[in-house]
C-alpha cells in the first residue's frame, strides 16, 4: 500500500461533565483508498473507540485518543480483506487496532479549518502526521471531517 487516502467522518457526543466527547461508532466512518494494480480501491473500517477533548473556545486544550478495529477493513472483496487482514498488510491478529493520538491542535489560516498534529500507529509503526479537518456542532457533540494522504 503506497499512498493510502483517508476520509473520516467521526461522529462524538459530549459528556459534559468530564468535557470529554466520545466517538459515536454508528454513523462513524474512516474510509480510505488506496491504488491497487492501477485501480483505485475504496474501502472503509467500523470499531471506532476512544476519547476526545474538544472546546472551539479552548483549541490548544483539543486532545484525540482514537483507535479503529483492523479487522473490519472492508473493500467489497471478500479476498481482498482477507489478504488486507494477514501479516503482509495489517496483521490484525497481532495488531487488532489502529491508533491515533494527537500532540497539537491549532487554528489554521481558513476559517473554520483546524490543524492537528499527532501520531498514527499502524501495525506497531508510529508516525508523525498533520492534517486540517473540522469540527460541526452536531445536536449534543461535534462531527469532525478530515481527509489526508499516508504513505
Do not use: C, W
Amino acid at each position: 500500500m503506497k499512498n493510502l487516502i483517508l476520509f473520516l467522518s467521526v461522529l462524538i457526543t459530549a459528556n459534559v461533565a468530564f468535557a470529554q466527547l466520545k466517538p459515536v461508532s454508528q454513523g462513524s466512518s474512516v474510509q480510505f483508498k488506496i491504488k491497487n494494480f492501477g485501480f483505485n480501491v475504496n474501502g472503509s473500517f467500523t470499531g471506532l473507540e476512544g476519547t476526545i477533548q474538544f472546546d472551539p473556545g479552548d483549541i490548544a486544550h483539543t486532545y484525540f485518543n482514537v483507535s479503529i478495529d483492523a479487522n473490519t477493513v472492508n473493500t467489497d472483496n471478500g479476498m481482498r480483506d482477507d489478504h488486507l487482514r494477514k501479516d503482509t498488510y495489517f496483521d490484525v491478529k497481532k495488531y487488532p487496532r489502529i491508533l491515533f493520538v494527537s500532540t497539537k491542535v491549532t487554528p489554521s489560516s481558513k476559517s473554520g479549518i483546524l490543524l492537528i498534529f499527532g501520531k498514527l500507529t499502524i501495525k506497531d509503526q508510529t508516525k508523525d502526521i498533520s492534517f486540517p479537518f473540522t469540527a460541526e456542532a452536531s445536536g449534543n457533540g461535534y462531527l469532525f471531517k478530515a481527509t489526508f494522504n499516508i504513505n
